[in-house]
């Protein structure tokens, strides 16, 4: 059974609609219970909800009436609503309510530092939305009283799913949203600030400046208070032309590669690209993090950039996934695991362990390669099309195992930043890319950091392996 309380009440069985409730109060009971739903709920409760204060005669009656003539409704559906003590509750199991979802949803976005997946979960959650709570049922008092922060909640979310949308790049969409929200709420300084953010990024800037002119003008008569610090910040941003603005909160290199985000390639090998990351910086997850690994799609289309897939593959490796999500998903699980072991193998080669899980993978992918002339010419080892879905993981565990073959593995070198850990063939990348603007100011005065070795010592990998096709 489903219950969709966001707007008007309707209740839905195998996508039908299902009469519940003649009265406006049965829905009302009906709407109080599912949004406490597994929960008990007090005779009392409902009293003071339905009627605030100024109940019938016999109400207690009236309530146990309408739970009666609800239960009749919605028994044949598998809906039961319990009576337990002086109160009432509708049984969670196999129902769907569209208040939950939603709560859940805004939660997962909230917890997620990707732009990408925030962006898809909050699309799922305000796609929910199709009014006020119990639009054609409850008032707003008792809409209020019911479930007071949805609306917040809903208007925090658009929020954030703009500011998401700006760390993608997508500032006319973001404009395009907010543009008639900001109409109806002027002074919700984070809506406006993020409008004068997109506007600004879409080469409007005076339109900007007024925004924040017309913001601070209502905030000032209708409140009596100047703009915070926020709103603040970025007008003065957008007055000094400041370059951060244009790409807040966002790397200052990336590339876009068929509307996916991606790191810039900087390593000089696809094997340190698939280490390296933007996601990390400011931040304290475990090293290497690689966040901008959103989704197998997006796996696909780096491998196309870094060389180890051609084109025609990567089109084809994002139809199949399309078609099998599970599967792409479990190969995109792998893959990041094998990430994990391939940046402690590379940064520290006393790690056994790690090795000796890239060597494995390396030798699955040795199986399926086949050797061919690529577009330009050049003969390369690839997976064969047999490989479907593993093809990415088998062409980075197989770039992994070159990489750990070649004496340049002497050369890794780290960056000391905690926040960016890239890593780098040489210490020219090193100084070319994180001194000027990758990690922040402080890391050119932080010395090179050479990747260690086994005993302790600075001068590279102590182990040398060799590896051949057609294990």
């Not at 008990?40 to 207690?60: A, F, H, Y």
């Not at 119990?134 to 008092?141: F, S, Y």
């Not at 909160?249 to 985000?261: F, I, Q, S």
């Not at 996601?279 to 796996?299: I, M």
Request: glycine letters at 8%; one cysteine or more.
């Amino acid at each position: 059974m489903e219950f969709r309380l966001l707007g008007p009440f309707e209740a839905r069985h195998d996508g039908q609609a299902v009469e519940v409730g003649s009265r406006r109060q049965e829905r009302c009971i009906l709407a109080v219970l599912l949004l406490d739903v597994g929960r008990l709920v007090s005779t009392d409760r409902l009293i003071d909800l339905l009627w605030n204060g100024r109940p019938p005669e016999s109400l207690r009656s009236a309530v146990h009436t309408y739970i009666g003539r609800l239960r009749a409704s919605l028994t044949p559906y598998g809906v039961r609503i319990l009576t337990r003590g002086d109160g009432y509750l509708v049984e969670a199991e196999g129902h769907h309510v569209d208040v939950a979802e939603f709560t859940q949803l805004t939660a997962l976005a909230g917890a997620t530092t990707d732009p990408g997946e925030r962006v898809r979960l909050l699309d799922r959650a305000l796609a929910l939305w199709r009014g006020p709570l119990l639009a054609d049922t409850a008032d707003d008092e008792l809409r209020e009283r019911l479930h007071g922060p949805i609306e917040e909640l809903r208007l925090t979310g658009i929020e954030s799913r703009a500011q998401a949308q700006l760390a993608l790049g997508r500032h006319s969409v973001v404009v395009g949203d907010l543009t008639p929200l900001v109409s109806r709420f002027p002074t919700r300084e984070q809506l406006v600030a993020t409008l004068m953010t997109a506007l600004y990024r879409a080469s409007r800037q005076a339109d900007a400046l007024l925004l924040y002119r017309t913001t601070r003008q209502r905030l000032v008569d209708d409140l009596g208070v100047e703009p915070g610090p926020k709103l603040r910040e970025v007008h003065q941003r957008i007055l000094l032309d400041d370059r951060r603005l244009d790409r807040p909160g966002r790397p200052a290199y990336e590339v876009r590669v068929r509307d996916e985000t991606l790191p810039w390639n900087v390593g000089g090998h696809p094997a340190l690209e698939f280490c390296n990351t933007f996601a990390g910086w400011g931040q304290e997850p475990p090293l290497p993090g690689s966040e901008w690994l959103r989704g197998y799609r997006t796996l696909a289309v780096w491998g196309g950039y870094v060389g180890l897939l051609d084109d025609v593959e990567v089109t084809r490796l994002v139809e199949l996934a399309r078609r099998d999500a599970a599967t792409a998903q479990a190969v995109l699980d792998e893959v990041r695991a094998l990430r994990t072991r391939l940046y402690a193998c590379l940064t520290d080669p006393a790690d056994r362990r790690a090795f000796d899980a890239v060597a494995r993978s390396a030798e699955a992918a040795a199986k399926t390669l086949v050797f061919a002339r690529d577009v330009d010419g050049v003969g390369r080892w690839r997976p064969a099309g047999t490989a479907g879905l593993r093809s990415p993981l088998y062409a980075v565990a197989w770039s992994a195992a070159e990489l750990l073959a070649d004496p340049r593995r002497l050369t890794i070198r780290v960056c000391p930043d905690p926040r960016c850990g890239w890593l780098f063939l040489d210490e020219t990348g090193l100084r070319r890319w994180c001194s000027l603007a990758a990690c922040g100011p402080s890391v050119p005065t932080v010395p090179c950091q050479p990747a260690q070795t086994g005993n302790g010592s600075r001068s590279g990998f102590g182990t040398s392996a060799k590896w051949a096709p057609g294990w």
